[in-house]
């Protein structure tokens, strides 16, 4: 679902690379040191003194979880929010899959999800959202960058502005 989001919402969507010349992983700890600045930078400029929603993911053939899975409980608490069918015109109940999100509520201070945002980095999960309590502002990062939401599009030039350098060369911001 997250993402999605970029298409959607494409007018306010901008995308930052997490590395220089838009390495995608990093192998080194100067590496994993610009990834996190990046990743913390932004999350800084949209969150600085407020509560923010930690969104995972996880996926399966049932419409509920049984449980989360083990690595959500560790991100800050996260409980069980709500699910969603990701074909919902699948008729076959051999392919119908849902992702199952789940959430933590706590105050935004710089580097209180590095453990998850290391993980993310090392594509080790995906589908991470960090956003305001409106969620109007969304930070989804992924490997090899972050995919930000803003709820208007002046809002997101001037975010593209500040981080120039960070931004991808493709014409369509890929």
């Not at 993402?3 to 919402?9: C, V």
């Not at 990834?35 to 003194?49: A, C, P, S």
């Not at 109007?136 to 995919?147: A, F, K, L, V």
Request: charged share 25%; proline share 7%; with cysteine.
């Amino acid at each position: 679902m997250a993402d999605e989001l970029k298409h959607a919402y494409r007018d306010r969507w901008v995308r930052f690379h997490s590395l220089p010349g838009s390495k995608r992983y990093p192998d080194t700890a100067d590496e994993y040191s610009i990834v996190l600045d990046r990743y913390n930078t932004v999350l800084d400029e949209l969150f600085t003194g407020q509560e923010v929603y930690l969104i995972t993911c996880g996926w399966s053939n049932r419409p509920e979880p049984d449980a989360p899975p083990v690595d959500h409980a560790q991100w800050l608490g996260a409980r069980y929010w709500t699910s969603v069918c990701n074909d919902p015109t699948e008729t076959d109940a051999e392919f119908i899959s849902y992702t199952h999100l789940f959430v933590s509520r706590i105050p935004w201070q710089r580097g209180a999800v590095d453990d998850l945002l290391r993980v993310v980095a090392n594509d080790a999960t995906r589908g991470v959202m960090i956003t305001d309590l409106s969620l109007e502002r969304i930070h989804h990062p992924y490997d090899g960058g972050t995919d930000v939401l803003l709820p208007t599009p002046a809002e997101r030039d001037t975010l593209m502005h500040q981080h120039a350098h960070w931004l991808s060369q493709h014409p369509e911001g890929f």
